[in-house]
């Protein structure tokens, strides 16, 4: 079983950046698909990124792509999300989360679902101020 832990929230202004970090420990963290998914009061989770277990496949939310970059290093057991031009939209509770790909298959309509993932940190708050 994998822990993962979430770390880089705080609180910036609109144009700023952040860089968040999901760091594995337990089990060897290369087999793993990881995604970022994001909260806010009264609403569902919301799915932001995620990247293949050797990171050569990466999706993002439509509300992200061009100001998100998901990344990892797998030597590190680390997942990364570098945020760039931040909205007070993109406010809210960062959660990383895995699965195991040599262990379950998700269907390719399912990989954005958090449903689909296995293993959960505890979120980390982001909050963009206008």
């Known amino acids: 079983q994998v822990q993962l832990e979430e770390s880089g929230g705080g609180l910036v202004q609109a144009g700023g950046s952040l860089r968040l970090s999901c760091v594995a420990s337990?089990?060897?963290?290369?087999?793993?698909?990881v995604g970022w998914f994001r909260q806010t009061p009264g609403k569902e989770r919301e799915f932001v990124a995620r990247i293949s277990w050797r990171g050569g496949v990466t999706q993002y939310a439509d509300s992200v792509r061009g100001r998100f970059t998901i990344s990892r290093d797998n030597a590190k057991n680390t997942v990364y999300l570098q945020m760039n031009s931040l909205q007070p939209e993109d406010t809210g509770v960062y959660y990383c989360?895995?699965?195991?790909?040599?262990?379950?298959?998700?269907?390719?309509?399912?990989?954005?679902?958090?449903?689909?993932?296995?293993?959960w940190g505890q979120g980390t708050q982001v909050t963009v101020s206008s």
């Open positions: 337990g089990r060897t963290f290369g087999t793993y698909s």
């Open positions: 989360a895995a699965y195991d790909t040599f262990r379950r298959t998700v269907d390719a309509g399912m990989l954005r679902s958090a449903t689909s993932y296995d293993y």
